[in-house]
């Protein structure tokens, strides 16, 4: 069963409290996702630690229920 934008925002949020995301469905189907997270936790983390702690608050769903996750992440001074 695919996610649905509500839920990746809310399980990145849970992790990242005080992240702004924006999601976009790409294909309309559920399963292809394209995600611009901001959050100040990224500071001092290199881009591939940034994608690491999205990944992480997704708790494995990647690669699974989730397919595919175009990700961008920034901190709130970028």
């Known amino acids: 069963m695919p996610m649905n934008a509500h839920d990746i925002e809310s399980m ?3 992790a990242l409290p005080d992240a ?3 999601i976009k469905d790409l294909a309309g189907d559920g399963d292809h ?3 611009t997270v901001t959050s ?3 500071k001092g983390k290199s881009r591939v630690q940034q994608h690491q702690m999205v990944y992480a608050a997704l708790q494995g769903r990647m690669g699974g ?3 595919a996750l175009a990700l961008t992440t920034v ?3 970028n």
């Open 75 to 77: 901190t709130p001074d």
């Open 20 to 22: 702004v995301v924006e």
């Open 65 to 67: 229920v989730l397919h």
């Open 12 to 14: 990145i949020k849970a």
């Open 33 to 35: 996702y394209a995600a």
């Open 40 to 42: 100040s936790a990224f």
